[in-house]
């Protein structure tokens, strides 16, 4: 069994950048990334079959709203046998030499309490992007109203209502984190070196992470989309008023405009708990 706190966990809602942060830190000499795994982002949730995958709780834009994907230390999971399964699911595409071992999937941002009881000593990073933006990204992947099976797919404020009931669920676990830091990708972006610097202060880095994987501008069309939205068609405008009228107050709780997607507020915006 392999000492918990060289895991490192990455989690994030889907299309919040947490691919790209995970492959940045597994260029670090000290980080080993899953890699030629085959399987969807390398992602070591699609390796294993000692919890269920997101798609057992609606899948993306959904997993969130379904109690049963919110995992803790009180999961009848949890014991020594399922974290040693774990180990020998993701080993064989881990460079076992390096010290730190990253797993990303974007459902540890709801139970990484789950993890830190396999894997005590272990930390969680956690990427939050606009919920808006976040959430165009996601509707452009499921453009059409009902996919080839039959089954409805998420309207704009039902993905939204999610990134917030999944942020929901991430304040009321942070407290019981030892090991815990939460990036807004905005910050990110905006300063990649300090944000970075602040990673390599939790994982206890001899050297900075490169700086040079984060790409502006990726959120510009999504922003330019939803300003679209307020003077065109009256199905766009609807989509738009449902948002704001439902989600406005949970959105500027972290720092996020719905009048201006690249306005984001200081870092002291953010809730107390995971600053």
């Known amino acids: 069994m392999l000492e918990g706190s060289r895991f490192v966990f990455v989690g994030g809602l889907h299309r919040s950048g947490t691919t790209p942060l995970a492959r940045l830190l597994a260029r670090h000499p000290e980080i080993a990334g899953i890699s030629d795994s085959g399987v969807s982002e390398d992602e070591g949730v699609h390796l294993q079959d000692v919890y269920p995958p997101i798609r057992a709780h609606g899948g993306m834009g959904r997993f969130a709203n379904d109690p049963r994907a919110h995992l803790t230390e009180s999961s009848p999971l949890v014991s020594s ?6 180990v020998d699911a993701w080993s064989p595409h881990w460079d076992l030499s390096r010290r730190l071992l990253l797993e990303k999937s974007p459902g540890n941002l709801v139970m990484g309490r789950f993890l830190q009881a396999l894997f005590p000593g272990s930390a969680l990073v956690v990427v939050v992007r606009h919920p808006v933006v976040a959430s165009l990204a996601l509707e452009k992947w499921n453009p059409w109203p009902v996919s080839r099976s039959g089954r409805r797919h998420s309207t704009l404020p039902d993905l939204v209502g999610h990134w917030v009931r999944a942020h929901e669920l991430l304040l009321e676990d942070a407290p019981h984190h030892e090991r815990l830091l ?6 990110l972006v905006a300063d ?8 390599a202060r939790l ?3 001899d050297t900075p ?7 502006a501008g990726a959120s510009d069309r999504y922003a330019q989309t939803w300003d679209a939205m307020r003077t065109g068609s009256p199905l766009a405008r609807l989509r738009r008023r449902q948002v704001e009228e439902r989600w406005g107050d949970a959105v500027a709780a972290w720092g996020y405009s719905l009048d201006d997607l690249g306005a984001v507020g200081p870092r002291e915006s953010l809730p107390a708990v995971v600053r």
């Open 203 to 205: 994982l206890g880095l």
């Open 192 to 199: 990649a070196e300090a944000r970075l610097a602040d990673v």
């Open 209 to 215: 992470l490169p700086a040079d994987g984060i790409r």
């Open 182 to 187: 939460v990036l807004r990708y905005e910050d």
């Open 81 to 86: 046998e399922n974290a040693q399964r774990l």
